[in-house]
């Protein structure tokens, strides 16, 4: 009977060995001996959790936690697979005395998501020690300097969770390949694990930007425009140019109103066309035209492009305004400077001036003054010449030829009219014209031969 316990024992030892860990096994430093696989995984899942997590910063420990609570735990049915295979691969080599063994074995660390970012929260990292945040490098304006500057980036000490964590990973990685389980594990926290700073002083495209910025600086310092008005000019210095930007940390733009303004002040002082113009005769009175077709008149957009181009250029730009008219010439505000035809109707003469010097005189007969054959009245210039030329109407059924024509506005025009045996009085009453004016033909080729196309003609009456 005792040979057969002694039986029993052994057999039901032996059983009892396929469904557990050998004898006198440790796994990683952690004895299993004997144990089932689960209770195995247990106690390892359980060693592991308590492995502390301690954060030091500056030499001094802030917060300390442990790995179950920060949320990394052993992958349990990785970890169960795993001792299965080691409890299986030793039952061939167990014995009546079994060699103590400390093995090693695959495992897979696990993370709870929830509880990590919790772990990592910032309150747990509140000291006497006062954080700031870090600023990326930036551009401001020096006033003093008179230019644009780069503010170094400063790199503060405010805790950023994400870089924390990817410290924490770090550290916990190079912890377990000193082994598995540990009694605590420290986490430096250091400038790696705070608010990282994106753009520094040495950033390429902020230093182009700065550039960029205090070229343009020096280009608008180093401009000026000339407008040229004839004998006169107008000049746009760099003082007036500066006074027109608008400069912010960010950047330099010019201030477009100011601009606008500008355009709005030339045009105003040296347009001469549409504007109530007032005119001496030769007599020496002054009569007001109202209807003013000749001048000069300042196309504003364009002109806006045209100058914004000027301002960006750094250099001394000599020019006239852009006009969408224009006259023969000007001396600042005088666009006839002493070169015109004059037409007096009321006394039904003529006389042409170049560069203030009398030409010629003549009587003239002008339109008979009654609806649609009367002459206009205004300032005009001579559209273009041409000898010879034939006048025709359909309206008045007449198909004239002449030697000289010059129009000036609505088909009216200067012309010899050699069928005519006198000119000036009051015949223009009873016979006068379809509203051209009428010369004698030496008279006309005088005229003729002196003017160009574009040369102004003052038509008025006192009567």
């Known amino acids: 009977m005792v040979v057969l316990l002694i039986i029993c024992l052994i057999l039901g030892d032996y059983l009892l060995d396929q469904t557990r860990m050998a004898h006198r096994l440790s796994v990683y430093g952690v004895n299993v001996s004997g144990m089932t696989v689960e209770n195995a995984a247990q106690k390892l899942e359980r060693v592991f959790g308590k492995t502390e997590l301690a954060f030091v910063e500056n030499g001094e420990e802030l917060y300390r936690t442990t790995f179950q609570e920060a949320g990394f735990t052993l992958d349990g049915e990785a970890l169960r697979e795993e001792l299965a295979s080691v409890q299986s691969s030793m039952l061939s080599e167990r014995g009546m005395i079994e060699k103590k063994k400390n093995i090693e074995i695959e495992y897979t660390v696990a993370t709870d998501e929830e509880l990590l970012s919790e772990a990592l929260s910032a309150e747990h990292f509140t000291v006497e020690l006062e954080r700031t945040e870090s600023s990326d490098a ?4 020096d006033s003093e300097a008179g230019e644009f500057v780069i503010v170094s980036s400063w790199q503060g000490n405010v805790i950023d969770e994400e870089n924390l964590r990817s410290v924490v990973e770090e550290t916990l990685s190079e ?38 910025l205090n070229q343009s600086l020096t280009n608008y310092k180093n401009t000026s425009i000339i407008y040229d008005f004839g004998s006169e000019t107008e000049i746009l210095d760099s003082d007036t140019i500066c006074s027109w930007l608008e400069i912010t940390d960010d950047g330099v733009e010019m201030d477009t109103s100011m601009i606008w303004t500008y355009i709005d002040e030339l045009s105003e002082k040296y347009n001469t066309k549409y504007n109530t113009r ?16 000749y001048g000069y008149w300042i196309d504003k957009d364009a002109e806006y492009v045209q100058l914004c181009e000027d301002l960006e250029s750094g250099t001394q730009v000599e020019r006239e305004p852009v006009y969408s008219d224009s006259g023969l010439s000007r001396k600042g505000t005088d666009d006839l400077c002493g070169s015109y035809i004059e037409v007096s109707l009321d006394k039904q003469h003529l006389w042409l001036y170049k560069d203030y010097v009398l030409v010629t005189e003549t009587d003239i ?16 210039s001579i559209a273009y010449k041409a000898s010879p030329y034939t006048l025709s109407s359909d309206y ?46 030496t008279a006309a080729a005088t005229i003729y031969n002196t003017i160009t196309a574009g040369y102004p003609i003052i038509i008025y009456s006192r009567d």
């Not at 007032?278 to 077709?293: H, K, L, P």
Request: net charge negative; hydrophobic share 30%.
């Open 138 to 141: 930036y551009m401001e304006y």
């Open 175 to 212: 912890s377990l390949e000193e082994g598995l389980f540990q009694d605590s594990v420290t986490v430096r926290i250091d400038v790696n694990s705070y608010q990282t700073v994106s753009v520094t002083e040495n950033s390429e495209e902020l230093t182009e930007k700065l550039e960029q």
């Open 278 to 293: 007032y005119f001496t005769t030769t007599a020496g009175d002054t009569v007001t035209i109202s209807n003013n077709e």
């Open 365 to 380: 007969v002008s339109g008979k003054p009654e609806e649609e054959r009367e002459t206009l009245q205004g300032a005009f």
């Open 396 to 441: 008045y059924g007449y198909e004239t030829d002449v030697t000289y024509w010059m129009p000036f506005a609505n088909g009216q025009g200067l012309h010899d009219a050699t069928w005519r045996s006198s000119f000036g009085g009051t015949r223009y009453i009873t016979n006068g014209s379809h509203g051209c004016i009428n010369l004698p033909l």
